[in-house]
């Protein structure tokens, strides 16, 4: 229409798939949001290195693939330092049976340290969990303390966050991520004394196995509730858009039929909800397909 509102009848609303929602009114924790990332739970995940030089080779059940799961201990790879005679699987083993062979003449020290060589280069599952990561193939060749599978739980992921204030961590009162319009809660375990390229690492955990959809070093938002609180009108994120002056709008129902685009002011909220000052009490927004409803000219 000539004054910017949008005449939309009933049966292009169904098409396009216009939902509404009532802004609510209140006072809202002020929220702060910080960027993040899901790490894996230390307690509960490990790396596999290599210990020594030499070719990767497959136990007899083969080599596990990622998302496969492992219990701990579990034999994951071998590795060669060196060929031995009679298709032996390395010099050492060799040294371990000619030892074995002589064990009433050899010392038992030198019977341990042969032992010791050979299990240095089994590749076992430190926990149990999932593979996460393997790139390697049978007769590749590694470097010492080079990584050969991360073993990790998804059900004990870690979400880190950055806060470049570190005044904030005293006001956290609460916080979450929000996935796929799904708010999940994050409990506070604790902030690290040291800056981490100029900012504050700051570790949250999940109260269930919700971060289990998540991958490690996914990128996510974390929106951290402080104790003050602010006055404004909750709406879903989905309805804010920008008008071609690249001002923040929420389309507003006037009737059943008739939309007025109203400028205002956001705030995170959690994620799935935003905070908005520029309303009435009352005012019903347009929640789903407001960008479309944008496009109208």
Do not use: C
């Amino acid at each position: 229409l000539a004054d910017g509102d949008v005449y939309m009848p009933k049966v292009a609303q169904r098409q396009l798939g216009v939902r509404t929602a009532l802004a609510i009114q209140g006072s809202f924790s002020q929220t702060i949001e910080l960027a993040g990332k899901i790490v894996p739970d230390p307690n509960l995940g490990g790396r596999v290195q290599a210990m020594v030089a030499g070719r990767i080779s497959p136990p007899a059940q083969g080599f596990p693939v990622p998302g496969q799961k492992v219990k701990k201990g579990e034999l994951l790879a071998y590795i060669t330092p060196d060929v031995g005679p009679a298709g032996t699987r390395s010099l050492a083993e060799s040294r371990l049976k000619r030892l074995q062979a002589l064990s009433d003449t050899v010392p038992r020290k030198t019977l341990e340290e042969a032992q010791a060589a050979v299990a240095n280069e089994e590749l076992r599952a430190p926990v149990s969990g999932t593979i996460a990561t393997t790139g390697i193939v049978a007769g590749q060749v590694v470097d010492a303390r080079q990584l050969v599978f991360e073993v990790v739980n998804p059900d004990a992921f870690l979400v880190e966050a950055t806060a470049y204030e570190p005044s904030i961590i005293d006001k956290i009162e609460s916080a979450n991520i929000a996935v796929n319009d799904q708010v999940i809660p994050l409990i506070f375990l604790g902030a690290a004394k040291s800056l981490r390229e100029q900012a504050l690492p700051v570790t949250f955990a999940a109260a269930d196995a919700a971060l289990s959809q998540l991958a490690i070093g996914q990128p996510v938002r974390v929106y951290v509730q402080m104790r003050q609180k602010q006055e404004g009108y909750k709406v879903p994120a989905g309805a804010l858009v920008k008008n071609a002056a690249n001002q923040t709008i929420v389309w507003v129902k006037e009737n059943p039929i008739r939309f007025k685009p109203h400028p205002v002011v956001e705030m995170p909220l959690d994620g799935v909800f935003v905070l908005v000052n520029g309303l009435e009490p009352g005012d019903v927004v347009v929640s789903k397909s407001a960008s479309l409803m944008n496009q109208v000219r």
